[in-house]
């Protein structure tokens, strides 16, 4: 398959460097310092076993254009930054070219092809004038849930931390050719990628716990394990939880686990600093809106209360305008 990642970072990297080697035809639009060290090197990917390999087929483009019409386009940058993609994102759009939102958090086609009274109902937070969904087709859309953790060490570097699955879906559910196609791509480079005929509620499991830990972690500089360990916090997220269960079941959602299982999964990580965690620190914004905000939205739409949820935005809200109004970052610092 003709492949293009978009986002040469973390899972991008992983994504496309695994691609590669398993023999598809993989272009990174990147940019900067990573464009040239693809362009120059390849890809270096360190597996979780400390195992190494260099995808040197890869090609790196800045420049969606110059990659041209690809089968399938796999969108593995934050949930705000695809917004800057346009209108230059098309030029990797053939005829039949799918779109895979390999994104955290709430995606902006949530609604688009939901039987039910939401249908079509776009998301504010999200997609307030409407550019992504007028610039994607919703019938390019695959659904895609990230659950690997890797990091960018170094320019066109990958380290992976752990794990190797990713979950697609069809936003109707079905099991269709290309989706059983691009399923088979990634398990042919050593991926898991079950198919799911209700995306929606798998990426439910996986918002649950970034919901709390993400903005909880930017405040308190914590890690996963620091959160769950610590009492009054794992009975902030436990809570958290629970006002978004509520909303979830309001639009059918199908939650498969229970609270302190999806809290005793995130502690089994360790000592993990979320990705909002490493936004702060960095003095990078944060994807508040996909992960949080979209939640406090879709609690009023459903009339649904989230006064935590509601508190957390608010304060993990004001932290990211303090610091991108003085452009800085914070960090604890170590003696």
């Known amino acids: 398959m003709k492949i293009a990642v978009v986002g040469a970072g973390a899972i991008g ?16 639009v990147a940019r900067h310092r990573n464009l040239e060290a693809i362009g120059a ?6 597996e979780a076993d400390g195992r190494e390999q260099v995808a040197r087929a890869v090609r790196a483009v800045q420049h969606p254009a110059d990659a041209g019409p690809q089968d399938a386009v796999l969108l593995a940058v934050k949930a705000h930054q695809v917004r800057d993609l346009l209108p230059a994102l ?28 939401y249908e ?16 994607i087709e919703p019938e390019r859309l695959i659904g895609g849930i990230v659950y690997p953790a890797a990091e960018l060490v170094a320019p066109g570097v990958v380290r992976v931390i752990q794990g190797e699955r990713f979950v697609l879906g069809e936003l109707d559910g079905s099991r269709s ?29 996986k918002l649950w716990g970034n919901l709390c830990f993400n903005p909880i972690s930017a405040l308190t500089h914590a890690t996963l394990e620091d959160i769950c360990r610590h009492a009054p916090t794992r009975a902030l997220v436990a809570q958290m939880m629970a006002e978004a269960q509520a909303v979830g079941e309001r639009l059918g959602v199908v939650f498969k686990i229970g609270i302190e299982q999806r809290i005793a999964g995130a502690q089994a990580v360790g000592a993990h600093k979320t990705s909002m965690l490493q936004d702060i620190e960095q003095g990078r914004a944060p994807e508040l809106e996909a992960l949080v905000g979209a939640v406090v939205e879709l609690g009023r739409l459903t009339g649904t209360p989230t ?12 932290l990211a305008r303090t610091l991108a109004s003085q452009g800085g970052r914070l960090a604890v610092q170590t003696s």
């Open 90 to 117: 098309r030029g990797l759009f053939g005829p039949h070219t799918a779109v895979v939102t390999m994104i955290n958090g709430l995606p902006w086609w949530y609604f688009h092809k939901l039987a039910g009274p």
């Open 177 to 205: 050719p290309r989706i059983e196609q691009l399923a088979a791509a990634l398990m042919g480079a050593g991926f898991k990628c079950p198919v799911s005929r209700d995306i929606r509620s798998e990426l439910w499991v």
């Open 307 to 318: 006064p935590l949820i509601e508190a957390v935005y608010a304060t993990t809200g004001l």
């Open 13 to 28: 990297g992983f994504l496309g460097a695994r691609l590669s080697l398993a023999g598809e035809e993989v272009t990174f």
């Open 41 to 46: 090197h390849g890809f270096r990917l360190i």
């Open 120 to 135: 079509g109902q776009r998301l504010q937070s999200l997609d307030p004038d409407g550019a992504l969904a007028a610039h």
